[in-house]
């Protein structure tokens, strides 16, 4: 992808952009949290994924143990004010269970 379409600028801001650039040039993944550049994201075929994506997938290749990743989480919502729609990790992992 040599040029990029003006409309993955509009409404994000430059991190959000060169992250999603740099996504749909090398055919990755965005890594993000923020609603607008996941949905931009999708509007361009890219997949997306956020920090509770990260902890999950550690989780699964056994590179972080869910404790870790459990305390990490409760850290965030605690004293970061994250919005998380589980509660844990584990039950995150239940649901790709199911």
């Known amino acids: 992808m040599d040029t990029v379409d003006e409309r993955v600028y509009a409404g994000l801001d430059g991190g959000e952009t060169d992250a999603l650039i740099v996504a749909m040039q090398h055919e990755g ?3 993000s949290d923020d ?7 999708r509007e361009y075929g ?11 997938d550690g989780v699964r290749r056994n590179e972080l143990p ?3 990743a459990e305390t990490w989480l409760e850290t ?3 004293d970061n004010g994250y919005y998380s729609p589980v509660e844990s990790v ?5 649901e790709d269970d199911e």
């Open 90 to 94: 584990a039950e995150l992992l239940q």
């Open 29 to 31: 993944i965005l890594a």
């Open 66 to 68: 869910l404790e870790t």
């Open 46 to 56: 890219v997949p997306v994924t956020g920090s509770l994506g990260i902890l999950a």
């Open 76 to 78: 965030w919502i605690a």
């Open 35 to 41: 609603g607008a550049a996941r949905d931009r994201a």
